[in-house]
């Protein structure tokens, strides 16, 4: 041993503490031979202390990042591990598209089942010859306002002839096209938004303060059924009712599978990262 | 002090950073272990680099997968790892030394430098 490392045990005795902090891998195939040159920079007197202390503090730090860096990509850029993050990421956004569609058609088309009811009842009693006035139930339903089912007897040019609902002080009339379709084909069902046809909220943003879909930004959402009358005096039957609370429950299974989605990239990224880190040694 | 940076799987031709550069050349002239790398790269005619032993022995990790270098041995208290030039290292220099050269001579064109020598 030469003099300048007799003088430096507690240099050296840093220098290898400081090694420990290497990536194990690294550690174990380069420690004693850098710990070698460390002790020859030592003991070569071209190399004064005061130029070698910084020069290794600063190669520490840099090689320590670095090398924790390729450590790191080594173990997360293995193609299979990435490829069955990607995998598993795909399966978990179908599974939670599912979670989402599947409850939300289910409560989309339950929503019309008491206006086919209301519409059929109506449509029979409508071809007896029963007068529309009288067919059609007494009182009011104010459409922006009341979760309640309505029905509106058009004749067969579409004018209106009987209604037990009101938007605005009138009865709406339903989208355009909709009284031929059912005209060919006997039925629809169809999502109204009423206001995007009335002329004074002709943009749907004019929804009164407090009124159903006002929170939403879309305004009143009417699911309507449509329905021909035949016989003698032909026309059209619309029974519909606000979606209000079939769209907050839409809106609440949304969240949810948005939060089981969040859950499940979570849990395959906490997985993917657990694995790798595990299994490290063998992919260096 | 430059730190170096090489990226996994350089290409022949490919631009060297400055530690793989000085540590091909200070391997070409044979084989060598790691002090005497990292003094022959501190000299001015080693690329005037100064390297610690962590960037030495990273670099030279990297080195040997993209098979520019060989660890060749030991030393008797298998203490020093000894590595020399491989024939794709030497290309590699070779490459690099051409590279060099070419931006000398344009240096030297525009004025930059004297022709024949230092400034």
Redesign the interface.
């Given at each position: 041993m030469t003099r300048a490392s007799q003088t430096s045990p507690r240099f050296e005795g840093l220098y290898s503490a400081a090694l420990r902090l290497?990536p194990p891998v690294?550690q174990e195939?380069?420690a004693?031979?850098?710990?070698?040159?460390?002790r020859?920079?030592l003991d070569?007197g071209?190399?004064p202390r005061r130029t070698l202390v910084p020069?290794?503090l600063?190669?520490?730090a840099?090689?320590?990042f670095?090398?924790h860096l390729?450590m790191l990509r080594d173990t997360f850029s293995r193609p299979a591990l990435i490829f069955n993050a990607l995998v598993l990421a795909g399966i978990s956004t179908v599974l939670a598209l599912a979670l989402y569609a599947i409850p939300q058609q289910v409560l989309r088309q339950g929503a019309n089942d008491p206006q086919l009811q209301l519409a059929g009842d109506l449509v029979a009693r409508l071809e007896q010859g029963v007068a529309p006035a009288e067919a059609v139930p007494a009182g009011q339903v104010d459409m922006a306002r009341s979760l309640s089912p309505f029905v509106i007897v058009y004749d067969d040019r579409g004018k209106m002839l009987a209604s037990q609902a009101q938007l605005d002080g009138s009865a709406p009339a339903p989208p355009d096209g909709v009284f031929a379709y059912v005209r060919q084909n006997g039925e629809e069902r169809v999502s109204w938004q009423p206001r995007l046809r009335s002329a004074s909220t002709r943009d749907g943003k004019a929804a009164v303060d407090g009124s159903l879909g006002a929170h939403r930004g879309h305004g009143l959402r009417i699911a309507a059924v449509v329905q021909r009358v035949g016989g003698a005096h032909p026309g059209f039957v619309l029974a519909g009712r606000s979606l209000e609370q079939v769209e907050e429950r839409e809106a609440q299974v949304e969240q949810m599978a948005g939060v089981a989605w969040i859950a499940m990239l979570g849990l395959i990224l906490m997985g993917t990262v657990g694995f790798g880190w595990f299994s490290r040694a063998r992919a260096a | 002090?430059y730190?170096a940076?090489m990226t996994i799987g350089t290409a022949p031709g490919a631009p060297l950073s400055p530690a793989v550069f000085a540590i091909l050349l200070s391997l070409a002239e044979g084989e060598k272990?790691?002090?005497q790398m990292?003094?022959d790269a501190?000299s001015p005619q080693g690329g005037g680099v100064?390297?610690?032993?962590?960037?030495?022995?990273?670099s030279l990790?990297?080195m040997m997968r993209d098979g520019l270098v060989k660890e060749t041995g030991t030393s008797d208290d298998?203490?020093?790892?000894y590595y020399r030039l491989s024939a794709l290292g030497r290309k590699a220099l070779g490459a690099e030394l051409e590279r060099l050269n070419a931006a000398l001579a344009s240096a030297r064109s525009l004025g930059l430098i004297p022709h024949g020598g230092r400034r």
């Open positions: 290497y690294f195939q380069y004693d031979a850098m710990r070698q040159a460390f020859d920079a070569d071209a190399l020069l290794v600063r190669d520490l840099t090689s320590l670095k090398e390729a | 002090m730190i940076f272990h790691g002090y990292m003094r501190r100064q390297l610690g032993p962590g960037t030495l022995y990273g990790d990297r298998e203490r020093r790892r």
